[in-house]
T-cell receptor, first 115, second 108 residues
Framework: EAGVAQSPRYKIIEKRQSVAFWCNPISGHATLYWYQQILGQGPKLLIQ????????DSQLPKDRFSAERLKGVDSTLKIQPAKLEDSAVYLC?????????????FGPGTRLTVL | AQRVTQPEKLLSVFKGAPVELKCNYSYSGSPELFWYVQYSRQRLQLLLRHISRESIKGFTADLNKGETSFHLKKPFAQEEDSAMYYC??????????FGKGTRLSVIA
């Protein structure tokens, strides 16, 4: 089966610019996650969707980050405007369900560099 | 708040030597613990979970609630074990809180 797809794989922008990332989860997976992984750190959850509804966005910097999953399938994460500290790898993951019994499958990530 | 601590950023061992990657957690409830691995140029993937109590690729991990630890062990390291290893904790409030990771380097 195809894995989680993400695009673009790399993005370089200047501070104050906008950027958007796209994720297509594994078919049939109801739960979708966006993580931010800063160099030298583990992944940190930004937002979790169950179908097209937000379950947890407590760590999403809502003044500049937004995410949507309108049809309950693919998702976009946007940063507007970007700051230097947003440089990181953005990982998308999906799972059949949201409890701990459901394995999360990760995409390859998008590496963002903000200059 | 939940926290996962991996005290070693880098662990180097010789091929055939035992491996122990340390993981400590803080959580007041009953935790679910996982180990994730990322091989070079590959995606982050689940290695094992404590609830399964199984051995994957020769690795095992035992949850010690008294010491709040979930150390990953393998009796004989192989070169293909070289990777980045992340310990993660699942709780009802915040799914998958990750540690900072430990890079394992197995020297031939």
């Amino acid at each position: 089966e195809a894995g989680v797809a993400q695009s673009p794989r790399y993005k370089i922008i200047e501070k104050r610019q906008s950027v958007a990332f796209w994720c297509n989860p594994i078919s049939g997976h109801a739960t979708l996650y966006w993580y931010q992984q800063i160099l030298g750190q583990g992944p940190k959850l930004l937002i979790q969707f169950q179908n097209n509804g937000v379950v947890d966005d407590s760590q999403l910097p809502k003044d500049r980050f937004s995410a949507e999953r309108l049809k309950g399938v693919d998702s976009t994460l946007k940063i507007q405007p970007a700051k230097l500290e947003d440089s990181a790898v953005y990982l998308c993951a999906s799972s059949l369900g949201s409890d701990y019994l459901n394995e999360q499958f990760f995409g390859p990530g998008t590496r963002l560099t903000v200059l | 708040a939940q926290r996962v601590t991996q005290p070693e950023k880098l662990l180097s061992v010789f091929k055939g030597a035992p491996v122990e990657l340390k993981c400590n957690y803080s959580y007041s409830g009953s935790p679910e613990l996982f180990w994730y691995v990322q091989y070079s140029r590959q995606r982050l993937q689940l290695l094992l979970r404590h609830i399964s109590r199984e051995s994957i690729k020769g690795f095992t991990a035992d949850l010690n609630k008294g010491e709040t630890s979930f150390h990953l062990k393998k009796p004989f390291a192989q070169e293909e074990d070289s990777a980045m290893y992340y310990c993660a904790l699942f709780s009802g409030n915040t799914p998958l809180v990750f540690g900072k990771g430990t890079r394992l380097s197995v020297i031939a």
